[in-house]
């Protein structure tokens, strides 16, 4: 075999030797992580030749890794205990996750909910070694998730069984404390057991001007009948590079909905791996994002219908104001003998200036001959009768838009189940609009 | 000095001419109707009045209240004082009926430098002018104008027009496609804010709304100039002969 040398760039170098110096402290699964950073070192950083990163280059957007955040110190975590409130009464468990770091004391908040486990990462895989199995399980090879799993410094690991009260949601609040740029890699573990039932809000959020990277990855297992809703808000600092998986293994006769909604953050990739194991199950995904200034926001998304009679709707919404850009891409795929696959995808960009710009790849991969799937996309900018109408009863143009455009996204939005998370990111659209 | 003064408009759109020197005096107190064949210019001297972007003013003035209101926005009209009931009202997916009717009503508030009316204050006026004018209030719960029947439209605008009292209300056609009972609910809307300070125009192709809103002049459009002006009588005649009496030949010079 002809020796290849991969000729690295800053960000690759800094990870390996950072790899090199913190491997040997990184606590648990030792084999799993160095394996994971194996399959990162064959291909470095994803670029745009790699058809899944096409719109997304890190090896451009990602100029330098920045260092591993170290854990952050006990006053650290008590001045951030705050950290997602401001998201609004949520009336959600919310448990705080610093720098990739679960706070202390989340035990505290704990419920005497004898159905539901809340556990911090390595406690629980330190727990049984079988539980390492589900840290690789329905993993793609995708070269974020593997930098996450060799770098995985922590997390919350969810554990609902069917006698849950169910009462709360859970709210992981992530959050970056510091000052100066480091890199996060939270991990977290949902197993929502058969017929058990819950509702799971992330958040991100960080200081503004400080150039933070998160690379965070969460895995939800949704047994037979289980109902999983689940909401991330994206709010990071202004120059954070954000990085997100979230992988979904959903069985038969459950439904799954997840929402992304993403105002912040310098860059952000939002990959989402859904793959339906059994029959019957009804998912929807949908989002919204906002951007301006020079923000690149990018929605990847890979729906695995690998089971008969599923139902997937996706639908998402894109408003692109100044130089920012937006991307979609949705790949559908219908495994052989997956009949009555039921799969429709749409997206939609609202562009508000001449400078942004919108990507759009529906993808359909279908291997079975009985079933129906569809995708549209759409790019435009504000209709100029609707405005004038608004404008007509006197409504200025500022506002007039500001109506069309909380209409835009509150059709994805409205479509939120819980009521106060509804009101949070409609009051979240407001905030953005009236930063315009 | 009059309401409203038009003087030798003339208006194109996308370099095909549709008002050929328009003149038009409205003073409070009155109510005129325009009536003329279809192409004649109604709808376009509405949207123009209005502040509709695709028309070009090529020669002319609009003078309201004394202002050149061709120099203003759309929303700046409204806040004067303008209104245009749409021919067309436009559906607003999305948009509750409520949030738009307030936030017009607020924003002219706040342009005239009054104070906003906050939610209790403008629910109880909506509930109100609803009443007066006998509209369901179950239409407002719903989108601007979405899934709304052509009748619901019209009332709307109605609606719209009495919430927001305008010193001048321009009615395009507001009585097509309407039934009789839609018709009489447009009739008592114009028919209320009728005051010394107020005037209407009354655009419509039929007599038969002005046997409802009975004006006190009325003009013939045709060829995007007035022909005829006359009192409320013209309006049979026009019914009675139709608008070839009225029309005048083309001009070769043009």
Sequence with gaps: MAEVTLIKNPAEQQLTAEWQEAKARLPGPARLREAAFERFAATGLPHRRVEEWKYTDLRVLMREAKPLAPRPDADVFARLKDAGAALGDLDARRIVIADGYLAPGWTDQNSHDPGMAIMELFAWLAESPLYVDRLSQNVTDDVAIALNTAFMTGGAVIHVRKDASNAQPIHLAHIFSGKTAAATYPRSVVIVEPGARLMLIESFEGPDGVDYQVNTALQIFAGEGAHVDHVKVTREGDKALHISSLMADVGAHARFNTFLFTTGGAVTRNQLFLRFGGEETIASIRGATLLNGKQHADTTMVVDHAAVGCQSREVFKTVLDDQSRGIFQGKIIVQPGAQKTDAKMASHALMLSEEAETDNKPELEIYADDVQCGHGATAGDLDEDLLFYLRARGIPRAEAEALLIQAFVGDAIEGIEHAGLREALMEAVQAWLKAR | ?254
């Design chain 2, 1 to 254: 000095m009059p309401l409203l003064e038009i003087k030798n408009l003339h208006v194109e759109i996308d370099g095909k001419k549709i008002l050929n020197g328009l003149d038009l005096t409205v003073n409070a107190g009155e109510v005129h109707a325009i009536m003329g064949p279809n192409g004649s210019g109604k709808s376009t001297l509405a949207y123009v009045l209005a502040g509709k972007a695709d028309y070009e003013v090529t020669q002319g003035e609009v003078l309201f209240n004394g202002e050149n209101v061709l120099e203003m926005d759309p929303d700046e009209r409204a806040a004067k004082g303008v209104f245009l009931a749409f021919q067309y009202p436009i559906e607003i997916p999305g948009v509750a009926t409520m949030t738009f009717l307030r936030t017009a009503l607020n924003a002219q508030r706040k342009h005239r430098g009054e104070p906003e009316l906050n939610t209790p204050e403008f629910m109880k006026r909506v509930r109100e002018t609803a009443g007066k004018l006998s509209i369901n209030t179950e239409m407002l719960r719903r989108a601007v104008n979405v899934g709304f029947s052509g009748g619901e439209k019209k009332r709307n605008e109605i609606l719209q027009m009495a919430l927001l009292e305008p010193r001048l209300a321009v009615l395009d056609e507001t009585d097509s496609g309407l039934d009789i009972d839609a018709l009489k609910i447009v009739a008592d809307g114009v028919n209320r804010l009728r005051s010394p300070e107020r005037a209407s125009i009354v655009i419509t192709h039929y007599q038969r709304l002005l046997d409802y809103i009975v004006p006190d002049i009325v003009h013939v459009l045709s060829k995007g100039r007035i022909v005829k002006t006359g009192g409320k009588e013209l309006a049979l005649e026009l019914e009675a002969g139709g608008y070839a009496q009225f029309q005048e030949a083309p001009v070769a010079a043009e």
